[in-house]
């Protein structure tokens, strides 16, 4: 079993940037992908990022690509999402996300594991 707590987020200005942090619970942290999701109001939630079990490869939707930066520090259990340049449309609610599985194919799209309780990023412009 593993527990995600998040922090970070709140209100930022166009232009400006936000760190989000997710710490986990329990051991083999390592095991685990991390990824990031976002769902803002009215619409599904969708993916943002995430990345291997090392922290050697990462991936971005498009939207957030060149602008978020996914990173995991295995010796503190957490894993952080890096937001510059930020733009209104980023507004939602950010929710970390683990999965234990041993492929990182799919890892936009799968079922994760275990959930954050979400962190609201509001972006004015």
């Known amino acids: 079993q593993v527990q995600l707590v998040q922090s970070g987020g709140g209100l930022v200005q166009a232009g400006g940037s936000l760190r989000l942090s997710c710490a986990a619970s329990?051991?083999?942290?390592?095991?685990?992908?991390m990824a990031w999701f976002r769902q803002a109001p009215g619409k599904e939630r969708e993916f943002v990022s995430a990345?291997?079990?090392?922290?050697?490869?990462?991936i971005y939707a498009d939207s957030v690509k060149g602008r978020f930066t996914i990173a995991r520090d295995n010796a503190k259990n957490t894993v952080y999402l890096q937001m510059n340049s930020l733009k209104p449309e980023d507004t939602a609610v950010y929710y970390c996300a683990a999965d234990s599985s041993t492929s990182f194919a799919n890892a936009r799209s799968r079922n994760y594991d275990y959930w954050g309780q979400g962190t609201q990023v509001t972006v004015s412009s």
């Open positions: 329990g051991r083999s942290f390592s095991f685990y992908i």
């Open positions: 990345i291997t079990w090392s922290g050697g490869a990462a």
